[in-house]
């Protein structure tokens, strides 16, 4: 073999021609732009002047002033505060509880010879292909007693099949010998789960569980099924009768916001909404390639 053949590399490993080069940076702007613009949006009208906002049809794209009266006022009467406080609530147990379950699970399932390990994989997985509806659910909940109960927020939802099968396959994808050490030391399956397998787990326990809180503070629709709303509603409830009733948001959200433009209160409620999960993911997402990649290749 000439040392000109061996030089040769396949042409995705080539440096690309300048031309390519400006095509990606535009394309990765545009991309960024698409995204951060929208956030940018919301978070300057809900600090803008009213006067501003009305002016400009409910929006403003650079405040003249900063104005925080619309974040005094939608906390001023206590149902933003009350509704934060239970998204919270929800969140932090419902993620807990949904992390317990799934490891505890896809634990066993990710385990050779268990017990009946293949029929209750194939019933998960059934579960996934057809799932049983909005009326089999609310029936399920209303005989449980879960009915206008916290609890009814994240019970039925406790383990999701998706993160239940990437997390058994990261399970699997730790060496054999590990385990075959852990049992040959006298470990049982418990001990071998919380010394040995868990502090190699640590990025898809990150993964899992921000997938499981982002999905319990975003949800609104479990607490209008479940619930008589009131006391029990989530901020991502409340959010949803701001959206819905637009221009006159007392009305439908139960929210008093005399003498704030009222896109100007919808802005801020949103900015209060997504903060406290757009802070979570700088600090996990170092996980995010090695937990759901190493999770998806055998399953």
């Given at each position: 073999m000439s040392v000109e053949s061996s030089n040769l590399r396949p042409v995705w490993m080539g440096r690309p021609k300048p031309a390519v080069s400006a095509l990606k940076a535009a394309t990765v702007v545009v991309i960024l732009a698409l995204i951060a613009?929208?956030?940018?949006?919301?978070?300057?009208?809900?600090?803008?002047?009213?006067?501003?906002?009305?002016?400009?049809?409910?929006?403003?794209?650079?405040?003249?002033?900063?104005d925080f009266s619309a974040y005094t006022n939608v906390f001023k009467g206590g149902t933003i505060g009350h509704a934060l406080w239970v998204s919270v609530l929800v969140t932090a147990l419902g993620t807990a509880l949904s992390l317990a379950s799934t490891t505890f699970l896809a634990y066993a399932l990710s385990r050779p010879n268990v017990l009946a390990g293949k029929?209750?994989?194939?019933?998960?997985?059934?579960?996934?292909?057809?799932?049983?509806?909005?009326?089999?659910?609310?029936?399920?909940?209303?005989?449980?007693?879960?009915?206008?109960?916290?609890?009814?927020?994240?019970?039925p939802v406790m383990i999701n099949v998706f993160n239940l099968v990437i997390m058994r396959g990261f399970f699997q994808g730790i060496p054999e010998e590990l385990y075959e050490a852990a049992r040959l030391d006298g470990a049982g399956d418990l001990r071998t789960l919380f010394r040995i397998v868990l502090p190699l787990s640590k990025a898809i326990i990150a993964v899992v569980g921000l997938y499981y809180a982002v999905g319990y503070w975003n949800d609104y629709f479990r607490a209008m099924l479940y619930t008589n709303g009131g006391s029990l509603n989530p901020l991502s409830t409340v959010l949803r009768g701001f959206v819905i009733a637009g221009n006159n948001?007392?009305?439908?959200?139960?929210?008093?916001?005399?003498?704030?433009?009222?896109?100007?209160a919808i802005s801020a409620l949103v900015v209060i909404a997504i903060v406290p999960i757009a802070a979570a993911f700088p600090f996990l997402q170092r996980y995010f390639t090695k937990g759901v990649m190493t999770g998806a290749v055998k399953s």
């Amino acid at each position: 073999m000439s040392v000109e053949s061996s030089n040769l590399r396949p042409v995705w490993m080539g440096r690309p021609k300048p031309a390519v080069s400006a095509l990606k940076a535009a394309t990765v702007v545009v991309i960024l732009a698409l995204i951060a613009v929208p956030f940018w949006l919301v978070l300057a009208t809900s600090v803008s002047s009213d006067a501003k906002v009305n002016a400009n049809g409910g929006w403003s794209l650079w405040p003249d002033e900063l104005d925080f009266s619309a974040y005094t006022n939608v906390f001023k009467g206590g149902t933003i505060g009350h509704a934060l406080w239970v998204s919270v609530l929800v969140t932090a147990l419902g993620t807990a509880l949904s992390l317990a379950s799934t490891t505890f699970l896809a634990y066993a399932l990710s385990r050779p010879n268990v017990l009946a390990g293949k029929p209750v994989l194939l019933a998960v997985l059934f579960t996934f292909l057809f799932p049983a509806g909005m009326i089999p659910s609310f029936l399920v909940v209303t005989d449980l007693h879960l009915f206008d109960h916290l609890a009814a927020l994240f019970v039925p939802v406790m383990i999701n099949v998706f993160n239940l099968v990437i997390m058994r396959g990261f399970f699997q994808g730790i060496p054999e010998e590990l385990y075959e050490a852990a049992r040959l030391d006298g470990a049982g399956d418990l001990r071998t789960l919380f010394r040995i397998v868990l502090p190699l787990s640590k990025a898809i326990i990150a993964v899992v569980g921000l997938y499981y809180a982002v999905g319990y503070w975003n949800d609104y629709f479990r607490a209008m099924l479940y619930t008589n709303g009131g006391s029990l509603n989530p901020l991502s409830t409340v959010l949803r009768g701001f959206v819905i009733a637009g221009n006159n948001p007392n009305a439908e959200a139960g929210v008093d916001i005399t003498g704030i433009a009222p896109m100007k209160a919808i802005s801020a409620l949103v900015v209060i909404a997504i903060v406290p999960i757009a802070a979570a993911f700088p600090f996990l997402q170092r996980y995010f390639t090695k937990g759901v990649m190493t999770g998806a290749v055998k399953s």
